[in-house]
C-alpha cells in the first residue's frame, strides 16, 4: 500500500476544503438550499483528523463556521439552532477521531518499538531466525539468516521457504512435516538437522528447532525456526569417524591375529610336553611359532591398509585361478570345486575371501568336513557359494555374522572379524554377501556362504599362465 507524503495530504485537504467552499456558495445563493450539502464536510475533517490529528479540530471550526457565516450572509432565513448543531458536531467529529487517532498511531508506535527491539535481539544473534507463515511466506528473518544464506533481507520477505530454501529432494518431505506441525499446533520436539541450499548453490546443515506460533485466537498461524550452521562440525566428525573406524579395525586386525598366534603357540606347547625332552628343544618350537605369527600380523595388518587406501582399484581378475590357488593350500581337505573360468571385477585381495571362507568351513567343521565351492555364471554377475557339512550356522546368528566381533556358537568359534573383512572387500568390489543352510530349513546340516561378483567386460584379457582353462573340470582334493 502506498503512503502519502505531506504535501499530498495538503493537497488533498486543501482541494476537499476548496470543494466545501464552492458548495457552500452553490448551495445557499443558487439553489437556495440549507446545509444538506454539508455532509460532505465530514471527509476532510476525519482525513485531517487521522492524519493530523489534534489540528484537524481548525478544520473542523472553519467548515462550521462556513455553513453558520455562509447562512447568515445568503440565506437569513434559512439559519437556525440546526446549523450551529452541525457546526458544533464537526468539531465533536474530529476531536474524537483525533483522540482515536492518536491512541492508534501510539499503539503503532509502541509495536514497532517492540518489533525493533525484537529484530535487534535477533540480528546480535549467531544463528538464523526465520518466522514462515501457514502459507510457507518467510515473513521475518534475521541479519546473521541473510549473510548465511547469501540473500538480502528483501530478497527473501513474501518468499516461499520451500521453494526458496530447502533443497529440491527434501522439499515436498518438508512441507507436508511443516503442514502437520500446524494441523496439530505443535512442532516436532527437540533438535534435528536440516540441510538448507544457499543463494550460490551450496548446501549447508543446520542443527534445526522450531515452534509454532499462534494468532489471539489461538490458532496456529506459523512457524518460528532457529538453525545453527553445523556443517563444518558434521563434515569433521565424519572424517574424525572414519579415522576413527580405522583406526579400530586395524587394532581388532591385530588383535585377532595375536589371539591365533597366541592360540597357535599353546597347542604347540601341549604338543611338545608330550613329544619332545629338554627345556631348549621346547623353547625353540614356541619361539618359532609365535615368530612364524608375527608375520602374519604383519601381513594382515597391510592387507587392512590396502583395503582402506585409494592405491589399489578394482580390475579384471581371473575367479578360477584364485579359487584353484586357495583350494592348494589346503591339499588335506575335502574340497569339491568345478572349474568354470571367468573374470570378475577384484583386486589382488580377493583371495582373502576365500582364506576366510574356506578356512572357516575346515576350521569350524567337524572332522572329515565336506566343501563346495560353486560358480554360477550371470549376465553381469557371478555367483559364488562356499558349502560345508559342518554345524551350520544358527538362524539368530545368520544377520550379525558378518559384522565386526561376531561370533558363532561353536566352541572353536574366533572374533569374526575375518568375515566381517569379506564383507568389506565383497561390497567394495561391488557385490553382496549372505549366508544361507545348504539344506534349506536345516541349520544344523550345515552352512552356505553365497556372495555376488561384478563380471569383467567381455574383453579377453591373456591368461598370466599359459595352462589352458579346463571348463566344467571338478577339482576335488580329499586326505
Not at 464552492?22 to 450539502?37: E, I, K, N
Request: a neutral charge; proline letters at 4%.
Amino acid at each position: 500500500m502506498t503512503t502519502l507524503t505531506e504535501h499530498q495530504r495538503v493537497a488533498i485537504v486543501m482541494a476537499l476544503l476548496t470543494i466545501s467552499i464552492l458548495l457552500t456558495y452553490y448551495f445557499h445563493t443558487v439553489l437556495m438550499l440549507g446545509t444538506v450539502f454539508s455532509h460532505f464536510f465530514y471527509i476532510p475533517i476525519i482525513l485531517s483528523a487521522l492524519w493530523w490529528e489534534k489540528r484537524s479540530i481548525l478544520v473542523a471550526i472553519f467548515l462550521g463556521g462556513l455553513v453558520v457565516v455562509s447562512s447568515f450572509l445568503y440565506r437569513p432565513d434559512l439559519l437556525t439552532l440546526n446549523d450551529y448543531g452541525r457546526a458544533l458536531m464537526f468539531i465533536v467529529i474530529a476531536s474524537v477521531v483525533a483522540s482515536l487517532s492518536e491512541q492508534l498511531k501510539g499503539r503503532e508506535r509502541e509495536v514497532k518499538k517492540q518489533r525493533d527491539l525484537a529484530q535487534r535481539y535477533l540480528d546480535v544473534a549467531a544463528v538464523l531466525f526465520v518466522v514462515i507463515d501457514a502459507n510457507h511466506t518467510i515473513r521475518l528473518v534475521n541479519r546473521h539468516g541473510c549473510e548465511l544464506l547469501g540473500y538480502r533481507e528483501e530478497e527473501l520477505l513474501g518468499k516461499n521457504w520451500f521453494e526458496t530454501i530447502v533443497p529440491e529432494a527434501l522439499r515436498e518431505t518438508r512441507w507436508r512435516d511443516f503442514d502437520a506441525a500446524i494441523a496439530r499446533n505443535a512442532a516436532f520436539p527437540g533438535r534435528r538437522e536440516n540441510p538448507v541450499v544457499t543463494r550460490n548453490g551450496d548446501e549447508l546443515i543446520l542443527a534445526w528447532q522450531d515452534t509454532v506460533l499462534t494468532g489471539d485466537n489461538g490458532r496456529p498461524v506459523g512457524v518460528i525456526g532457529s538453525g545453527a550452521d553445523i556443517t563444518d562440525r558434521i563434515r569433521a566428525e565424519e572424517a574424525l569417524r572414519e579415522a576413527h573406524d580405522e583406526a579400530n579395525l586395524y587394532l581388532d586386525i591385530m588383535a585377532h591375529d595375536i589371539n591365533n598366534a597366541n592360540a597357535v603357540t599353546l597347542g604347540y606347547a601341549d604338543l611338545l610336553v608330550d613329544m619332545l625332552e629338554g627345556k631348549e628343544r621346547e623353547m625353540v618350537r614356541k619361539l618359532r611359532g609365535g615368530i612364524g605369527r608375527s608375520i602374519g600380523i604383519i601381513q594382515n595388518v597391510s592387507t587392512i591398509r590396502r583395503l582402506h587406501s585409494h592405491e589399489t582399484t578394482a580390475k579384471a581378475v581371473d575367479l578360477d585361478a584364485v579359487i584353484r590357488a586357495e583350494i592348494a593350500h589346503h591339499p588335506d581337505a575335502g574340497i569339491a570345486y568345478e572349474g568354470k573360468p571367468v573374470r570378475v571385477m577384484a583386486d589382488d585381495l580377493l583371495q582373502e575371501v576365500f582364506a576366510n571362507l574356506i578356512g572357516n568351513s575346515i576350521k569350524f567343521g567337524e572332522p572329515g568336513v565336506e566343501v563346495r565351492v560353486r560358480v554360477e555364471k550371470g549376465d553381469s554377475t557371478v555367483g559364488v557359494s562356499v558349502e560345508d557339512t559342518g554345524p551350520g550356522v544358527p538362524d539368530a546368528v545368520k544377520p550379525i555374522l558378518f559384522t565386526r566381533f561376531a561370533r558363532g556358537t561353536n566352541a572353536r568359534s574366533g572374533k569374526g572379524l575375518g568375515l566381517y573383512i569379506t564383507r568389506t572387500l565383497i561390497e567394495r568390489y561391488g557385490g553382496r554377501v549372505w549366508v544361507e543352510d545348504r539344506v534349506p530349513g536345516r541349520p544344523e546340516g550345515g552352512a552356505a556362504f553365497r556372495f555376488t561378483l561384478l563380471r569383467s567386460d567381455r574383453t579377453r584379457v591373456p591368461p598370466v599362465s599359459p595352462a589352458p582353462e579346463a571348463a566344467d573340470r571338478t577339482i576335488t582334493a580329499r586326505p
